[in-house]
């Protein structure tokens, strides 16, 4: 059996040498046509590969199609010289494998007739002339209004003619795409599913907008893009809510210009100081407006990444230190008194802001009680705590220190706004 083996192996082997492999072409309803029709006639194949080793073949400038397309070699379907492959734009081919899925656009192709490995590379420029941001999003739509054409409006600038980039772009809520050569020819226009940044398909649907101003860039090879908020264009942000006095409209917020206003040097890093909050929530608003994209909220205190047009953010009783970002909308609320209540177990005061009485509860009998204003300046003492009460309505309205003493001689300084 084992002779039997070792004869049709080398007649196996005999067979395949006597076998040449002469040429090399790349067929497919992806690449003109399959042979035989009219793009592909024969009895030559049209897109003939060339190679110095008759092993790594080449072709350039391959003008490819959505389709599929195979390695055929000798112009012929015969065995073993024809491959197929499963991936797309490289892979490892198969002899007498399923076509390989293809996508429009140039290529430079290879192919090894040993490993079967192919790639297909994306020409630069491959035929690109130029790129546009287009849509509802950014103006409108090619034949619309704001994009009428031929031109379309929003043309993006190159050096390289792979990496385009616009600044400055005005966008709306809506859905963009880019496009080439002011057309909607195949392979240059471009959509995607991520904002503000993603990988873009060929024909692919619009990509969703938020309101601003962007710097845009966008890799006509990788279709890697890129939208970078400018600033926020917002002329004025201010911090709103019943955590910092009112809502707009309301008796502590009434308007038109919010109170509690921010500054900027850049347009882009605002800051407030010493702003006092009670325990509520807020939001950063823009332009004494609720218009989009210019109010953000957020979810984490005292610091986060806010969200446009997201909840409030949960506020603590304090004075605070405030800064915001209006470009990544990194915000930071950074307590003055540098005092985090909630070290403390042993204790706890409420309400807490309060218009007069303050109730402490403590594991032990209340044996002093002692407040400070923020100058230093003692401004009420009492060891008369009933009931773990104490009354402190003839204060002025503010916030103070509060020192707390147990009759376990256990203390604690605790903030107190008094309203």
Same mark, same amino acid.
């Given at each position: 059996?084992?002779?039997?083996?070792?004869?049709?192996?080398?007649?196996?082997?005999?067979?395949?040498?006597?076998?040449?492999?002469?040429?090399?072409?790349?067929?497919?309803?992806?690449?003109?046509?399959?042979?035989?029709?009219?793009?592909?006639?024969?009895?030559?194949?049209?897109?003939?590969?060339?190679?110095?080793?008759?092993? +790594?073949?080449?072709?350039?400038?391959?003008?490819?199609?959505?389709?599929?397309?195979?390695?055929?070699?000798?112009?012929?379907?015969?065995?073993?010289?024809?491959?197929?492959?499963?991936?797309?734009?490289?892979?490892?081919?198969?002899?007498?494998?399923?076509?390989?899925?293809?996508?429009?656009?140039?290529? +430079?192709?290879?192919?090894?007739?040993?490993?079967?490995?192919?790639?297909?590379?994306?020409?630069?420029?491959?035929?690109?002339?130029?790129?546009?941001?287009?849509?509802?999003?950014?103006?409108?739509?090619?034949?619309?209004?704001?994009?009428?054409?031929?031109?379309?409006? +929003?043309?993006?600038?190159?050096?390289?003619?792979?990496?385009?980039?616009?600044?400055?772009?005005?966008?709306?809520?809506?859905?963009?795409?880019?496009?080439?050569?002011?057309?909607?020819?195949?392979?240059?226009?471009?959509g995607g599913t991520n904002f503000?940044?993603?990988?873009?398909?060929?024909?692919?649907?619009?990509?969703?907008?938020?309101?601003?101003?962007?710097?845009?860039?966008?890799?006509?090879?990788?279709?890697?893009?890129?939208?970078?908020?400018?600033?926020?264009?917002?002329?004025?942000?201010?911090?709103?809510?019943?955590?910092?006095?009112?809502?707009?409209?309301?008796?502590?917020?009434?308007?038109?210009?919010?109170?509690?206003?921010?500054?900027?040097?850049?347009?882009?890093?605002?800051?407030?100081?010493?702003?006092?909050?009670?325990?509520?929530?807020?939001?950063?608003?823009?332009?004494?407006?609720?218009?989009?994209?210019?109010?953000?909220?957020?979810?984490?205190?005292?610091?986060?990444?806010?969200?446009?047009?997201?909840?409030?953010?949960?506020?603590?009783?304090?004075?605070?230190?405030?800064?915001?970002?209006?470009?990544?909308?990194?915000? +930071?609320?950074?307590?003055?008194?540098?005092?985090?209540?909630?070290?403390?177990?042993?204790?706890?005061?409420?309400?807490?802001?309060?218009?007069?009485?303050?109730?402490?509860?403590?594991?032990?009998?209340?044996?002093?009680?002692?407040?400070?204003?923020?100058?230093?300046?003692?401004?009420?003492?009492?060891?008369?705590?009933?009931?773990?009460?104490?009354?402190?309505?003839?204060?002025?309205?503010?916030?103070?220190?509060?020192?707390?003493?147990?009759?376990n001689e256990n203390g604690v300084?605790?903030?107190?706004?008094?309203?």
């Amino acid at each position: 059996m084992k002779k039997i083996t070792f004869l049709l192996f080398c007649f196996l082997t005999i067979s395949f040498a006597q076998a040449q492999l002469t040429s090399v072409a790349i067929v497919g309803d992806g690449v003109g046509g399959w042979p035989g029709e009219a793009g592909n006639p024969g009895p030559t194949d049209i897109n003939q590969m060339t190679s110095t080793d008759g092993v +790594n073949w080449s072709i350039e400038n391959l003008t490819v199609t959505a389709g599929a397309a195979k390695f055929r070699g000798n112009n012929s379907w015969d065995l073993p010289f024809n491959w197929g492959g499963s991936s797309f734009p490289s892979g490892t081919g198969t002899v007498d494998g399923g076509g390989m899925p293809t996508t429009a656009g140039t290529f +430079n192709v290879t192919f090894n007739s040993n490993t079967f490995a192919y790639n297909f590379v994306l020409v630069t420029g491959g035929g690109l002339a130029s790129v546009a941001i287009v849509g509802d999003g950014a103006g409108g739509w090619p034949g619309d209004a704001g994009n009428p054409g031929p031109v379309d409006v +929003n043309q993006m600038g190159t050096v390289d003619g792979v990496n385009w980039t616009i600044s400055n772009l005005a966008l709306t809520v809506g859905s963009v795409k880019f496009r080439g050569n002011n057309s909607w020819d195949l392979p240059y226009n471009w959509g995607g599913t991520n904002f503000p940044s993603g990988t873009a398909v060929v024909d692919g649907g619009g990509i969703g907008t938020t309101s601003g101003n962007y710097n845009v860039s966008f890799n006509s090879d990788t279709f890697v893009y890129t939208f970078e908020l400018v600033g926020s264009g917002a002329s004025s942000i201010a911090i709103v809510g019943d955590g910092a006095g009112g809502w707009p409209g309301e008796a502590g917020n009434p308007g038109p210009v919010d109170v509690h206003q921010m500054t900027s040097t850049d347009g882009i890093n605002w800051t407030i100081n010493n702003l006092t909050l009670t325990d509520g929530s807020v939001k950063f608003r823009g332009n004494n407006s609720w218009d989009l994209p210019y109010n953000w909220g957020g979810s984490t205190f005292p610091s986060g990444t806010a969200v446009i047009d997201g909840g409030g953010i949960t506020s603590v009783a304090g004075e605070y230190n405030v800064t915001f970002n209006s470009s990544t909308r990194v915000y +930071n609320f950074d307590d003055v008194l540098g005092i985090d209540d909630n070290d403390f177990s042993t204790f706890n005061i409420y309400p807490n802001p309060t218009t007069d009485i303050l109730n402490i509860k403590s594991d032990n009998e209340i044996s002093n009680i002692t407040l400070f204003d923020l100058t230093g300046k003692k401004v009420f003492d009492t060891k008369n705590v009933v009931n773990n009460q104490v009354y402190i309505g003839n204060l002025l309205p503010g916030i103070y220190l509060m020192n707390i003493q147990d009759s376990n001689e256990n203390g604690v300084v605790k903030k107190v706004i008094l309203k």
